[in-house]
């Protein structure tokens, strides 16, 4: 909405608009005597107004009850926020798939794509199947890319606040990358930038296992896991956007790095090889010595990793998600040893979304920026200060 100042002639009219566009969004076809006392603005200021969103597209006329007309004569007006005024996309980008999720300005999902990766792409590679997926997601959709209002990433790495990745081992070619820079020539709208696993912790918290919790940990688990953290209901990435990197713990010289605990041929696992780790556990499971000794030793790890932050952050909640999220044999114990290690131990819990987790919340990092400027949103979970 742009920087308001004491001698901004407009600032009542922009405050007002934003206030009346807040009851609007959150009522079922409210008539103006009903925004008039729900926003405590005199009539004719609130007629003023729904014109004025009526004439920028945000706002229709909701059609009348047949049965009250008839009933009670010619029925008040009523009005709706056209959701459909615009559109959001979430998009995740991954070492083995890049995904998309388009939305109108409810938030409700209209569609999704995905085209699957090699891991050793390049980034432009990488960044050519994104611009497939929404190209392909836009066009099943019937949505022109003019209607995008924002657009949400969900990517592997440490995140500058301009969509820098200042740090990103998990994809060639990754650090420094100007990703934000790369994916604004395709939108003509603004694109949000952001770590995977915090965006992963902001959709569970909008629609997955952390709905009712404001203080959590997001684990997206695997060789070399990341955390998001939410604390009192927002994101925190620390000073430099590096919280919650606690794939870099083995570099404090404890233990050998994780595909080395995983190995039961001395030789390291290849750290985004998810098939080959899928099979230690399936012989872990089938009762194979070496496996399961490898598999205590992931576990173990994951518990250290786990509990620093829970000592640090003392959660409500902590949710497990990526690839090990799928493996029975992963929460019971993390329970248990977090039981062990911390003062109060938290809830644990699998990953609600799924593989759906980052583009999910990446869906609600856009959602947020258009709140924030259509809407005046105050304390939204992914605003940046």
């Known amino acids: 909405m742009g920087r308001l100042t004491g001698g901004d002639p407009s600032l009542l009219r922009r405050i007002n608009s934003a206030v009346v566009l807040h009851a609007l969004r959150a009522a079922d ?3 103006l005597t009903h925004l008039v006392e729900v926003t405590g603005l ?3 200021t609130v ?3 729904v014109e004025g969103l009526i004439e920028a597209g945000l ?3 909701a059609p009348a ?4 007309a008839r009933r009670q004569g ?3 007006r009523r009005f709706r926020f056209r959701t459909e005024a615009g559109h959001l996309l979430g998009i995740e980008i991954g070492p083995h798939r890049v995904a998309a999720l388009l939305s109108d300005l409810g938030g409700r999902v209209l569609g999704s794509a995905q085209r699957a990766v090699e891991e050793s792409a390049s980034a432009d590679d990488r ?4 611009r497939a997926a929404v190209a392909e997601l836009l066009r099943r959709a019937g949505v022109a890319r003019s209607s995008l209002r924002a657009v949400g990433v969900g990517s592997p790495g440490i995140v500058e606040a301009d969509g820098t990745v200042r740090l990103g081992t998990a994809l060639p070619g990754w650090t420094g990358l100007p990703l934000g820079d790369r994916l604004r020539r395709s939108f003509r709208c603004p694109v949000l930038v952001e770590n995977d696993a915090n965006a992963a912790a902001v959709a569970e918290h909008w629609k997955g296992a952390a709905a009712a919790s404001d203080d959590i940990v997001f684990v997206l688990a695997g060789l070399s896991p990341g955390a998001g953290a939410l604390i009192g209901g927002r994101l925190h990435r620390g000073f430099g956007g590096a919280a919650g990197e606690i794939g870099a713990l083995h570099l404090l010289g404890r233990e050998a790095t994780p595909e080395k605990l995983l190995s039961t041929t001395g030789q390291p696992l290849h750290p985004l090889d998810e098939a ?6 399936a012989l872990a499971r089938d009762g194979d010595a070496r496996a399961r000794d490898a598999m205590d030793r992931f576990l173990q790890r994951l518990v250290h990793d786990v509990a620093a932050l829970v000592l640090a952050l003392d959660p409500e909640l902590v949710i497990v998600g990526g690839w090990a999220a799928g493996l029975d044999d992963v929460l019971e114990p993390l329970r248990a040893e977090l039981a062990r290690y911390c003062l109060r131990p938290p809830r644990v819990t699998l990953s609600v979304l799924g593989e759906a987790a980052v583009a999910t919340g990446a869906l609600r990092l856009a959602l947020d920026h258009v709140e924030a400027e259509l809407f005046a949103v105050d304390g939204t979970v992914t605003a940046r200060r």
């Open 59 to 61: 706002v229709a006329e």
């Open 65 to 68: 009850d047949e049965g009250t």
């Open 29 to 31: 076809s409210p008539t």
């Open 276 to 281: 080959q780790v899928a099979r230690v556990f």
């Open 42 to 44: 005199s009539r004719p």
């Open 47 to 49: 007629e003023g107004v």
């Open 127 to 130: 960044l050519e199947k994104v």
């Open 74 to 76: 010619r029925p008040a």
